[in-house]
């Protein structure tokens, strides 16, 4: 009769088992409120990375459209810098020309 043990070391024992098993349940429930947080934080980050990557085409393509508009202004500034100076040369070349007329026709030329 060793080998048996008695009831009340049973209960001990059953009583220690519910015991270790409440409380690897509660850290397993822990754990995996834990893991679902990561995973939703994971989620969220690819997310955000995928956002940054469309953000990063969309910012080079609004560089490049900047850069063709820049070359365009840059042409429509010039035109009316040659015609300024087209027009200004016209008017010295008509100014001159009046003085030298006025020069020739007092000298009696």
């Known amino acids: ?3 048996y043990i008695s009831r009340k070391e049973h209960e001990a ?16 429930n822990r754990q ?10 994971v989620g969220e980050l ?4 995928t956002s940054i990557k469309s953000m990063t085409v969309e910012i ?12 365009r202004v840059e042409v429509m500034e010039s035109r009316d810098g040659e015609m ?7 008017i010295i070349t008509a100014i001159i020309g009046i003085v030298i007329g006025f020069i020739f026709t007092r000298i009696g030329m």
């Open 46 to 49: 690819i997310d955000i990375s």
């Open 60 to 71: 080079k393509n609004l560089t490049n459209q900047i850069a063709k508009m820049d070359s």
């Open 84 to 90: 300024w100076r087209k027009v200004t040369g016209y």
């Open 32 to 41: 995996n409120k834990r893991l679902a947080e990561v995973e939703t934080k």
């Open 13 to 28: 024992f059953a009583d220690l088992m519910r015991s270790e098993n409440k409380r690897l349940e509660d850290e397993n």
């Open 1 to 3: 009769m060793d080998d």
